[in-house]
């Protein structure tokens, strides 16, 4: 069991640029979950996928971000045309299929930084 | 829709002392409920989860949790803290309904002192 890993692990950005990041989650897990963590908080829902279906999408993943797991296996998260507010870790988080009980297992996150 | 609450931001205790961090959840399905660990620059780690069978869960390092149903809380205790168990810790929630993914709500989180 590698895990699962993000990359890059941090971004420093400009305001106004793109940005990919990019999700391995542990090989048999069918769902994948990306979350948002800002300063003294939570982490919060931002997606999730089903093998390479996406679900579900948070009210908070506004139309600059989006979503990808072309083959149901990495997934990626893009931001576009950067904002400030934008600045957080992004957490990736896979699971099997087990109903409800079954716990998420989180990468180490790709902190943003939007300047 | 679900939430959790975790009733104090921080919670500081000396080593070899029992610990107490506070949770309630409030959900309209049978929940399942997590903590989850936060060590600085780590990923999150689970500690335990609750899923309908014991009310009483054990978890990593010590650490368990007990589901009450009456006062819908899920608090986390230690009996004797280590300086490692420094940390942030989270409450979560799934309602883990078919379709719901297995979605978390996570608390705003504990920040647990540990001192000599």
């Known amino acids: 069991d590698t895990g699962v890993s993000q990359d890059p692990r941090h971004k420093i950005t400009k305001r106004g640029q793109n940005v990919t990041f990019r999700c391995d989650p542990i090989s048999e897990h069918n769902r994948l979950y990306w979350y948002r963590q800002t300063l003294g908080q939570g982490p919060e829902f931002l997606t999730y996928f089903q093998n390479e279906a996406q679900l579900e999408k948070s009210r908070l993943l506004s139309d600059r971000f989006s979503a990808e797991r072309p083959k149901g296996s990495f997934s990626t998260l893009e931001i576009q045309r950067t904002e400030q507010g934008d600045s957080a870790m992004y957490l990736c988080?896979?699971?099997?299929?087990?109903?409800?009980?079954?716990?998420?297992?989180f990468g180490n996150g790709t902190r943003l930084t939007v300047t | 829709a679900q939430s959790v609450t975790q009733l104090d931001s921080h919670v500081s205790v000396s080593e070899g002392t029992p610990v107490l961090l506070r949770c309630n959840y409030s959900?309209?399905?049978?929940?399942?409920l997590f903590w989850y660990v936060q060590h600085p620059n780590k990923g999150l780690q689970l500690l335990l989860k609750y899923t309908s069978a014991a009310t009483l869960v054990k978890g990593i390092n010590g650490f368990e949790a007990e589901f009450k149903k009456s006062e819908t809380s899920f608090h986390l205790t230690k009996p004797s803290a280590h300086m490692s168990d420094a940390a942030e810790y989270f409450c979560?929630?799934?309602?883990?309904?078919?379709?719901?993914?297995?979605?978390?709500?996570f608390g705003t989180g504990t920040q647990l002192k540990v001192e000599l």
């Open positions: 979560v929630v799934s309602e883990g309904y078919t379709g719901g993914g297995n979605k978390l709500t």
């Open positions: 988080a896979s699971s099997a299929i087990q109903g409800g009980g079954s716990p998420l297992h």
């Open positions: 959900s309209s399905y049978s929940p399942s």
